[in-house]
């Protein structure tokens, strides 16, 4: 019994602990997850201390103006939403919508079920919680990342160049890159912290983006005094040229080809067996000759001379003081590479929101809608405003029309001959009138505005008016009621009800255009918000470098709600616009066989 007990509290408390919150002073987190099965494809394990790359952009994240000024508020919590990660931003630009965070992920992280990390922001009064230097694992002896125009180490050792003449800009793989010409190049003096030894082995990774064909250009290149290392590109090819213990030189091609204008990831690993030479994550030769260590000066983009300069640009370039394995390097090509990221993103919440991922799939989608999408919506809600409120009106006036038209018609179809213009003086003679004399004038004069919404008693009054005028008078004030019509006159009084039945049709059809312009524009403009929010998001994208589904969908999805918003405003107002149609077009023949019928009693009482 106390073992149910137990059991029933730890259930109960299972929801708090889904909602436990790192930090009340935070206002906002959002989950982001290692996925599982990319890691696990092709036999890849997560690298334990390995650095996980966080790209945020407007595609998957919404709230960059609750950022603190350089996302100084910023704070990496592990799954367990108690254990604060070591992390440091390389680029936050809130104006632009995009951040890079770099996240060291323990051991703890990786080997869970589900990895996942919380990313807390939205508190001023923060300060700046970056751990540079700490991110990087021991083996990690030199890191340049090319955020910045003056190049730095971002590792603890401070292995910074002595001598930059490459140009860093925009558009790296990851923020900044640094950009060769062929005459550019990056020194880097010796340092004890720099020692390459095959003893213990060591590694070297860079991101490489060819601009042409290289003519034997170097891309790194490291000496010692016995034996000199130096990674170039020959063509599309990647080359290996060592200088062995011995004095002798050796020349490796690679097994693959570096495509012009793409991204891609190099390594060299050295150990006491040889030389291995890796392209994108993979084996692209391994060649058995003796190093001897490597403790002079390294050069960047060109050899140690300054010759054989290198057009292109390079990103993201990494020492580290061991041979690393296979696993590692692809790890960190699925990591970093444009279209291979290993994370997932989670959306956005608050303390009072429920983390347990119950929230609607399209109230998720309303949350990714960018400020421009809510601006077409706006305008799509102010036209579906619009519309209903015409559709209503136009409904019930063209109903109290059509309705009040069946019982003039009822009336006018009981009068007898020669008692033509009884409904129009009705009214004058109504204390006088019986219900046995006609029960329809009696209606009509006891009721006054039985006829007010008619549009065929209007009709009918102007033919009376018409009809009268025409009647011959006599000398005096008495009129006398005439006994024939001549034909141009009986053509005259048809011409006058002819003129109230085009008015009253351009009444009916009044604001109708309204309907039309939601069922035409309302798609298009729902459309224009789709079409520019799914441009927003691939510029989000290309600027931040993440290309894979979960990046685009979120941005994709939220783009689509401004078609399907235009969608609901044009399907009603369609239906709604036939449906009223149809109803004028009843109301506008018994305007038309009314005319007839006056115009038929009229030359039986007047001709």
Known sequence: MKRLSILFVVLMLQPLVALAWWNDDWGYRKEISLDVQKVKQDGLVASEDGLALVRLHSGNFLFFPELAAGGKDIRIIAGDDTTPLKFFIEKADIANEMALIWVKLPKEVVSAPEPSVWLYFNNPEAVDGQDRAGVFNLNEVLNYSFENKDVKDNTANANHPSQTTASINDGGLIGGAATFQGSQYIRVPEKPSLAMQPVTGWS?????????????????????????????????????????????????????????????????????????????????GQ?????????????????????????????????????????????????????????????????????????????????????????IIGILVVMSLISWVVMLWKGIVVSRIHSQNRQFEQAFRQLDAGHLTDLEHSQESAGNLQLSDSPALFSLAKGQNAFKASSLYRIYHVGVEEMEKRFVKAVGAEVVAPQTLSGSSMEAVKASMHVVVVRELQKLNSLMVLLTIAIAGGPFLGLLGTVVGVMITFASIAASGEINVNAIAPGIAAALVATVAGLFVAIPALFGYNYLGSKIKVVSADMQVFVDEFVAKLAEEHT
């Open 204 to 284: 070297v990774s860079l991101w490489v983006k060819l601009e042409q064909n290289q003519s034997n250009s170097v891309l790194w290149q490291r000496g010692g005094s016995a034996s000199q290392l130096t990674l170039a590109v020959k063509e599309q090819t990647p080359i290996l040229e060592v200088i062995d213990g011995s004095a002798v030189k050796h020349e490796f091609a690679g097994t693959a080809a570096i495509t012009p204008s793409a991204w891609h990831q190099l390594g060299v690993s050295v150990n006491a067996d040889g030389v291995s030479l890796l392209l994108d994550g993979n084996a692209a």
């Open 287 to 375: 060649f058995p000759v003796k190093i001897a260590d490597l403790t002079g000066d390294m050069a960047i983009g060109a050899d140690l001379s300054g010759a054989r300069g290198f057009t292109g640009a390079l990103d993201q370039l990494s020492i580290f003081k061991v041979a690393r394995d296979a696993n590692a390097v692809k790890y960190d090509f699925m990591m970093q590479g444009a279209g291979g990221s290993l994370l997932t993103y989670g959306d956005e919440m608050t303390a009072d929101e429920d983390s347990g991922g119950d929230e609607s799939y399209l109230l998720s989608t309303l949350d990714n809608v960018t400020v421009d999408g809510w601006v």
